[in-house]
């Protein structure tokens, strides 16, 4: 990569986000139609020019992005495929039933209005990795660009049937049994944000048979709430679960890649306890049928409760890096039958490498009606962690040092991962420790059997970090 070149194209995009997870901004202060250009241009020389799939959340910038992505692009000399507005893993499926060459997503996921990014696909559906995205930014960092001629510039089409291909891929899914859904007539409120999950969420509910209550589902991009699915975003939800009566409360992120729950009693699921719902169900279908020995597949920072679950399976758990792409990597290496992240991305494979919140649906509404009782019941049937976060701010401590220390002070007694930061597996309780790539301070999640505990675990690694 042409470090030079490229901090020199982010200084000039001031605070412009560029990570793994693809690009984000302000939109008119950072992410300006240059920047998107540039980056745009950069993909389609990375993808060959071949033909490229894009999507977009539904944000109210999202439309003027679009039409400047899509015309870059075909003055690139590539063929656009344009699926509207959808979810980011219905991008993915359609990358690769397109057989295309790449996607791009437009989206700044939980981000504010303000805000809209694009998020970047490789051939295989997958989101670029650590090595493709290094390539990736150091074709968008080079000097002068190269269009078609006017006589071999790309095509364009619009092809708004992949939400319909996306809901029929979860009806046909062998673990997935709608009739017996239908016939628990399960009352659903739902939360879309006035994003992409608009559509599509309420569609497949009522392909399930739900009762459906709709709350902010105008696909709109005028986001009813902070937009980030957890709790404290989620209050209205939760109590018009408890006024309507409803069996179960679903809200997703503006892009639908995370799925979080609210029980009958207007009580969090906990985020953590979707991705173990589904390890859970797909566990179990596949011992129905006498198969076992099956490979899982999480981030570090999940819950213990997918280990303890899949020991009664059979089942082994590995562990990645946070991030989704290293999951899915993982994931597709180990021949993993489920995986997510503990934020409510849920994995199955059957569908396609990535999170998937629509996937998520069914595969807990599956569950939910074969387990016979509520979600509280549900969820009290499973083993029971509490995770607490927390932060130090950094200012002059480094942060490298702060891991190393206390990598040498535990290593001896206990076990240590230091894929991602330092990880600190304890008998009945962890702590992880990472450096923020968008913040100067070290991030604390710790888990154990008490929310007590937790925090204890997390104030205990605060001092202690300060300390070294």
Known sequence: MQQTSFHHYRKHCMSLMVSISGIRGIVGETLTPDVIVNYIA????????????????????????????????????????????????????????????????????????????????????????????????????????T???????????????????????????????????????????????????????????RRFGCDIVEMNCEVSGVFAHTPEPIPENLTSLARRVVAEGADLGIAVDPDVDRLVLINEKGE???????????????????????????????????????????????????????????????MRDAGAIVGGEGSGGVILPAVHLGRDAIVGIGVFLQLLSNFGGTASALKASMPQYHIVKNKVLLGTLVPDAIMAALGAKYGATEKITTDDGLKIDFADSWVHLRKSNTEPIIRIIAEAKTVDAAAALVERFQKEALAV
């Not at 510039?153 to 049937?161: A, H, I, K, N, V």
């Open 147 to 205: 269009y078609a001629a006017w006589d071999k510039q790309g095509t364009y089409r619009y092809d708004p049937s992949y939400i319909e291909k996306h809901i029929e891929a979860i009806l046909t899914l062998p673990s997935v049994r709608p009739e017996e859904i239908r016939k628990k007539k399960f009352k659903v409120v739902v939360d879309c944000v006035n994003a992409a999950g608009g559509v599509i969420v309420p569609e497949l509910l």
């Open 268 to 330: 969090p699921f906990v985020e953590e306890y979707t991705v173990t719902s589904a390890v859970r169900f797909v566990l179990e279908e596949e011992q129905k049928h006498g198969r076992t020995g099956h490979t899982v597949v999480v981030n570090l920072s999940t819950t213990r409760a997918v280990e303890d679950v899949a020991a009664q399976f059979g089942a082994t758990v590995l562990r990645t890096p946070v991030g989704e792409i290293n999951v899915a990597s993982r």
């Open 42 to 145: 950069g993909f389609a020389d990375y993808c060959s020019r071949g033909t490229v799939v894009i999507g977009r959340d539904g944000r109210c910038t999202g439309d003027s992005i679009a039409k400047i992505v899509a015309s870059t692009l075909v003055h690139m000399g590539c063929n656009v495929v344009d699926i509207g507005v959808c979810p980011t893993p219905t991008v993915a499926i359609a990358v690769e039933q397109e057989h295309a060459a790449g996607g791009i997503i437009i989206t700044a996921s939980h981000n504010p209005m303000q805000w809209n990014g694009l998020k970047f696909l490789a051939s295989t559906g997958l989101f670029l990795d650590g090595a493709q995205n290094q390539e990736f930014w150091r074709i968008a960092a080079r000097d002068g660009r």
